[in-house]
């Protein structure tokens, strides 16, 4: 049997499991990140996290056969760099060649948002799809687009889809991430509690003590008319920007991730509706799900990354 | 040797051509289209332009491997069937088991943008690409994404990037195509004209007797400041969305092509300092050019299409 470990830099946890091909987590194991160490001394906990992972696994180690590696921040896939990531105050550190040097086995890297997307289409929500458009509706909207197993480069969070709208923190106007992240339902929040600011939703923000992306769902379970108008106008936005890349990359299966996506069908149901109406008509739609699998997608999307090396 | 027939369906000329593995056309013919006429009597059209080119090449026609067709409206590609031709009033055309049929060679079917984007990037202006974008700014937008020489299915012409704005022939609100194809671009000049009736540009449109994609050019050539307004709005919208295409796809190259694309280097220019500023900071920077084959893109795209089956 072939085995791959998969390891996962996150912003609080370093993960990394044992991986078979089937995309079956055979153990795994976990360090805190700690921002702003040195470089060398990260790598050590990897390694230490690597190694635990492959003593509680029981598998031979001559069975491992590459270890993948999912990261935020800009890397350089090719020559396996992260050149920097500004949480973690990493600059131009040379990972993979420092994983093989310790392991002895080929080290590849990838974006961590693309290593989930090729999770959920090996083992979860998207499995069997060619070709898969996986959106993470978190602080930011992140995509990823896999074809044939392989991962596409490239992210559409920042497709501006209203000209001259909200402002983006990439420095653009109007960006499917400023309407469709947490942070835009949460601004869409605020502006309906400043419009009315005797509301049923400004009272359930001030009960929870701050808005966040949950606080319009709850007061829509209240009853309140306005909550329903923000969620509306939510969806609108996420079904342009999802009907967009449908149009233009005609996935089998759209997988939402994130925060925003735990609301499942209630966000779902109403979403195919307005995605139907603004895709292309004539083609077949895609399936629209959410995701299965959770922080795991991108340990074994990560091993998935190096398995047909 | 090997070589392969190309087939570029259009609205105007059936084209057929026998191309080498390089994309070389070692010759071609062409016949007039006729819309509306039985789809058999057309089959035998196309047979005859491909037989009038298979001898004049001088080929052996025992080395002759493949027929790719590149086809506009909606086709099943799996099946090589071209399901609606509106233009041609073509409906399930089993075009593919006809030409197999007929010639004895596999048969395949590709979109005709999809087609002639794999031309350019094989023997055109994206020449040996890893991942290309062509866009072609005609009546509508078209768009064709290549990666490691095969076509991603798909178009962003129907990609909006303007909620809720110009409406689009296929019942979306602000898609790109609606602001940056000829017919956006002759809008906008209208516009611009019932603003200013007396202006050089309205001058120029009576000279013309209508309005076209170039008339804002050449009152821009006499000095018209109204005209270079309309030419940076438009140069806006196209750089909005070429940056979206960047972001989301990562490309090597972009190529342009079409009418609005013969202005070179007056709309290039500018064009590349817009899609700079909107791009992610941090990405490397595609080339953006020119396409450089012209109508035999589809002819040696279509053919390309069947180099590897």
Chains 1, 2 share one sequence.
């Not at 050590?44 to 069975?63: H, R």
């Not at 991730?257 to 779902?268: D, F, S, V």
Request: negative net charge; charged residues 25%; contains cysteine.
């Amino acid at each position: 049997m072939a085995y791959y470990i998969g390891v996962d830099i996150g912003g609080t946890n370093l993960k990394a499991g044992v991986v078979d091909r089937a995309g079956n987590i055979i153990s795994e194991a976990s360090v805190p990140t700690g921002a702003d160490r040195p470089q060398d001394i990260v790598l050590q906990d990897i390694l230490g996290a690597v190694k635990t992972s492959i003593e509680n696994s029981k598998v031979d180690s001559k069975e491992i056969r590459a270890v993948g590696l999912g990261s935020p921040g800009a890397i350089d896939t090719e020559n396996g760099i992260v050149i920097r990531n500004y949480n973690l105050g990493w600059k131009d550190f040379h990972i993979c060649e420092k994983m093989t040097e310790a392991l002895g086995i080929p080290a590849k890297l990838a974006n961590d948002a693309d290593a989930a997307a090729l999770g959920e289409v090996i083992a979860g929500s998207a499995k069997g799809a060619k070709n898969a458009l996986i959106i993470t509706l978190g602080t930011g909207v992140g995509s990823g687009v896999v074809i044939n197993e392989k991962i596409l480069p490239g992210e559409f969070g920042h497709m501006v889809i209203a000209y001259n709208g909200r402002p983006c923190t990439c420095g653009r106007k109007g960006c499917f991430e400023a309407y469709s992240s947490a942070t835009g339902l949460i601004n869409m929040t605020k502006e309906a509690i400043e419009r009315d600011p005797g509301g049923i939703l400004a009272e359930v923000a001030k009960t929870e003590g701050a808005v966040s992306g949950l606080t319009v769902f709850t007061a829509a379970d209240k009853g309140d008319k306005e909550a329903e108008k923000v969620i509306d106008e939510y969806l609108e936005y996420l079904a342009c920007g999802i009907a967009n890349l449908i149009n233009g990359l005609q996935p089998e299966v759209v997988s939402l991730g994130g925060g925003i996506a735990k609301q499942g069908e209630r966000l779902l149901a109403p979403l195919r509706v307005k995605v139907e109406r603004e895709a292309f008509k004539g083609l077949k739609m895609p399936r629209i799900v959410s995701c299965t699998l959770g922080y795991k997608a991108g340990l074994i999307g990560a091993a998935m990354v190096v398995r047909d090396l």
